[in-house]
């Protein structure tokens, strides 16, 4: 069955939206399969987005990733990685439509509470840098 990474970042966990975003993903009915709360090195952070390090906004990125806690989970279910991105809304807070999770709960683009894993190759990648597979159930 499918598989993506999703993680809520610190904002999220800060403003206290670990609930509501876990409750957005089970109510729609797929199934959480790991989950932990880590405090990513600005390097680890690096490395969850290397694809992109020649943007000018990459180092604020990684500072910002490793700026607190961070829940990890891994999510499955029929087509979870494109619908997951569905639930999560665009990139921007400000083109995501109400009912999205980034449209309802944020504002800023580098403050968007949430991230999800765009295509079934980055989501092995990241599920497996982000976990090690004895903690997938
Ligand atoms: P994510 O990978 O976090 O799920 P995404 O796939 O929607 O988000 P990406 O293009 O992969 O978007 O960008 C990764 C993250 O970089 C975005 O979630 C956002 O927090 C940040 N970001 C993207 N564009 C900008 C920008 N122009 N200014 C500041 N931060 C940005
Ligand atoms: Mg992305």
Same mark, same amino acid.
């Given at each position: 069955?499918?598989?993506?990474?999703?993680?809520?970042?610190?904002?999220?966990?800060?403003?206290?939206?670990?609930?509501?975003?876990?409750?957005?993903?089970?109510?729609?009915?797929?199934? &959480?399969?790991? @989950?932990?709360?880590?405090?990513?090195?600005?390097?680890?952070?690096?490395?969850?987005?290397?694809?992109?390090?020649?943007?000018?906004?990459?180092?604020?990125?990684?500072?910002?990733?490793?700026?607190?806690?961070?829940?990890?989970?891994?999510?499955?279910?029929?087509?979870? @990685?494109?619908?997951?991105?569905?639930?999560?809304?665009?990139?921007?807070?400000?083109?995501?439509?109400?009912?999205?999770?980034?449209?309802? &709960?944020?504002?800023?683009?580098?403050?968007?509470?949430?991230?999800?894993?765009?295509?079934?190759?980055?989501?092995?990648?990241?599920?497996?840098?982000?976990?090690?597979?004895?903690?997938?159930?």
């Amino acid at each position: 069955l499918e598989r993506t990474f999703i993680a809520i970042k610190p904002d999220g966990v800060q403003r206290g939206l670990i609930s509501e975003i876990v409750g957005r993903f089970e109510r729609k009915g797929y199934k &959480l399969v790991a @989950i932990k709360l880590i405090v990513p090195t600005k390097e680890f952070a690096a490395q969850h987005y290397d694809d992109l390090s020649s943007r000018p906004f990459f180092d604020g990125l990684c500072d910002f990733l490793s700026s607190g806690p961070v829940v990890a989970m891994v999510w499955e279910g029929q087509g979870v @990685i494109k619908y997951g991105r569905k639930l999560i809304g665009a990139t921007s807070p400000q083109a995501s439509e109400p009912g999205t999770i980034r449209g309802d &709960l944020c504002v800023q683009v580098s403050r968007n509470i949430i991230h999800g894993s765009d295509g079934p190759e980055t989501a092995v990648n990241e599920i497996g840098l982000w976990f090690k597979p004895e903690e997938l159930v």
